[in-house]
């Protein structure tokens, strides 16, 4: 499966911005989806996740009540909807997805394909 992620630029705190990933070429909807972010000399860490038909959710516990992660499979599209935005969010959000597996969600490893990142500044 191929990837786009779009929806990235700069926010001010407190503001929001809704990302958006695209998917193309095998069945959307086999797919857990999930969302990764690097920020400036950080390593890449887990944001969200969701499984393939939407029925379960995850994630990490600095986003969980300002970030909605949800896919449209009729649209083959994963958004994330980030509300109350801090600068420490600024990153590069990345897309992915996985077959569904043993590992944990929550690990990049379990993901097998990437979309191209899109960029998040906030600005204080």
Request: charged fraction near 20%; proline fraction near 2%; charge should be positive.
């Amino acid at each position: 499966v191929q990837l786009q992620a779009s929806g990235g630029g700069l926010a001010q705190a407190g503001g929001s911005l809704r990302l958006s990933c695209a998917a193309s070429g095998r069945a959307f909807d086999i797919y857990d989806m999930g969302w990764f972010r690097q920020g400036p000399g950080k390593e890449r860490e887990f944001v969200a996740a969701i499984n393939w038909n939407g029925a379960n959710t995850y994630y990490q516990d600095s986003v969980k009540d300002r970030f909605t992660i949800s896919r449209d499979n009729a649209k083959n599209t994963v958004y994330l909807q980030m509300h109350s935005l801090k600068p420490e969010d600024t990153a590069v959000y990345s897309c992915a997805a996985r077959i569904r597996s043993a590992i944990s969600i929550r690990s990049s490893t379990a993901f097998g394909s990437w979309g191209q990142g899109t960029q998040v500044t906030v600005s204080s």
